[in-house]
C-alpha cells in the first residue's frame, strides 16, 4: 500500500535550520507531483510547497519563498524540504502529500518543527 513517512522535525532556535525527508513506496514516485503541507495549532493546514514529478517545477508559499527549498530524489523514492533561516511562525506539524490518479490524496503521519529559542 501507499505510504508516505515524514522525518527530520525536531526543536531549532530561530535563523536555524532543518532538513525534512518523505520517504515513499507503494506507488511509482516519479510519476507523480509532491507536496509538503504545514498545520500549526489552532490553524488550518497550509501549502508549503509543491514539486512535480520531475523535479524540475516548484512552488512555495509567499511565507516561506527565499528560505525553504523542496526538492526529491526519483532515484531513492523520496522527497525533501530544506528550511533555512526558521522563524517561530514557522512551528507545526509538516506533512508530505501526493495525489494518485483514481485513488485519491496519500499523507504521512506527520513531523514535528518547532522554532523557539
Not at 525527508?21 to 507503494?26: I, N, R, Y
Not at 530544506?82 to 490524496?105: F, H
Request: charged share 15%; net charge positive; with cysteine.
Amino acid at each position: 500500500q501507499v505510504q508516505l513517512v515524514e522525518s527530520g522535525g525536531g526543536l531549532v532556535q530561530p535563523g536555524g535550520s532543518l532538513r525534512l525527508s518523505c520517504a515513499t513506496s507503494g506507488f511509482t514516485f516519479s510519476r507523480y507531483a509532491m507536496t509538503w503541507y504545514r498545520q500549526a495549532p489552532g490553524k488550518k493546514r497550509e501549502l508549503v510547497a509543491a514539486i512535480n514529478s520531475a523535479g524540475d517545477s516548484t512552488n512555495y508559499a509567499d511565507s516561506v519563498k527565499g528560505r525553504f527549498t523542496i526538492s526529491r530524489d526519483n532515484g531513492k523514492n523520496t522527497m525533501y524540504l530544506q528550511m533555512n533561516s526558521l522563524k517561530p511562525e514557522d512551528t507545526a506539524v509538516y506533512y508530505c502529500n501526493t495525489r494518485i490518479l483514481g485513488y485519491g490524496a496519500y499523507w504521512g503521519q506527520g513531523t514535528q518543527v518547532t522554532v523557539s529559542s
